[in-house]
Each structure stands twice: as C-alpha cells, then as structure tokens.
C-alpha cells in the first residue's frame, strides 16, 4: 500500500474531524521538492513553484521591512492558521507584532499580525484576491498587499471590519506604495518590482 492510499483510508476513516494538524502532517510526509510552497486555503491543499518574478518582489518587500522592523518579526512562506475552514497560509511576507509569541504548538497567532504580503502566482491568484482576502479581513489583520506582476499593480487593502476591507489603494509598479497611516508607517518602493 502506497502512502498516498494509506493517506487516504485516514481521511475517509476521519470525516468530519479533520483538521489543519492532520493535512499539515500528510504534507510533511509527501515528497514535495525543494522551492515549492504549500498551503491550505478552505480545506483545499495548493502546491505552487517559486519563481524567480515572485521570488525578486518578496525579497523587495522584506528588505525594505527590514529597515525599519527587527528580523524576527518578519516571516515569509510560515505556517500560520487562519479564520473560517481549514485555513493554514504560508502567506509571502508576514509581519508580526512586537512581543509576539508563538502559541503552545510552536506557531504564531494570526491576531499578533499586523501585515501581510502576497505575490500573485496565476495558478493561486484567486485565492490571494478572494478566500484569502476575506480570511485576512476576518482576522483583523491591518494591512493585506497584494502584488500583482502580471498587471503591474500593487492593491493595499487596509481598515478591516465585519470580515471586510473597507479600504482598497492601487498602485502601479514604479510608483511609491504609501503605508505611512498603517501600522507599518513607511514608503514602500516599487521601482526595482519586475513584471511577469
């Protein structure tokens, strides 16, 4: 019996009771390659390649954060679990508060986030504008960007509330991102963003 078959006969033998833990625990035991992300949006497991686009827009992203905030507040591509259905992202750049803590199973709350980042890849993008979105709304998380290299647009998404964004700022790439009134309180530079 294979594992993917062993891994199946769990699933069908667990119902309803399936949780983040358990489809996080199937994926560590799966041979997924060195460089592809994971994550698990709604109780649905998407696998995706990094590619050098979104690689070059993340590494922009915490660079520039890095000025200003210490390194362990940053995260990039960590597991963290979210409101609503089986919602455990590895979201590209995630900022967390100051004295945050890891929670009792070693990971970071999602009520401790002050910033998320997304990299739009075209296999995942409706994720990252629609169940995502609506989760980081949810969450009270005060800032979602999405990065979007195949339009050359930058979307902030800011002022959560009742599980929405109230706010959405566009931007094109090459222009200044103004996160001077959130919680990050910079400029957030485009100009070196490249397109897909």
């Known amino acids: 019996m294979t594992v993917a078959e062993t891994d199946r006969i769990e699933m069908a033998e667990i119902g309803d009771k399936l949780t983040l833990d358990m489809m996080f625990e199937w994926l560590e035991r799966m041979p997924v390659p060195e460089g592809i992300k994971t ?8 696998v995706s390649p990094q590619r050098n686009t979104h690689w070059a827009i993340t590494f922009g992203i915490l660079t520039q954060l890095s000025a200003r905030f210490a390194i362990d507040r940053q995260k990039s591509d960590v ?28 990971q970071w709350r999602y009520q401790d986030v002050e910033f998320v980042a997304e990299v739009i890849s075209k296999s995942t993008a ?13 969450a009270n998380v005060p800032v979602y960007l999405i990065a979007d290299p195949y339009q050359g647009r930058i979307y902030v998404h800011t002022d959560p ?13 090459g222009e200044d991102v103004d996160l001077t009134r959130t919680p990050l309180g910079l400029t957030l530079k485009t100009d070196d963003f490249p397109r897909d």
């Open 79 to 106: 597991r963290i679990d979210y409101p609503g259905h089986l919602n455990g992202f590895a979201s590209d750049v995630t900022l967390v508060a100051e004295g945050a803590v890891m929670n009792d199973k070693r």
């Open 161 to 173: 509330k009742d599980g929405e964004y109230t706010t959405e700022s566009k931007y094109s790439f």
């Open 126 to 138: 409706l994720n990252d504008y629609g169940p995502k979105k609506a989760a980081y709304a949810e």
């Open 39 to 46: 994550e698990i949006v709604g109780g649905h497991i998407f």
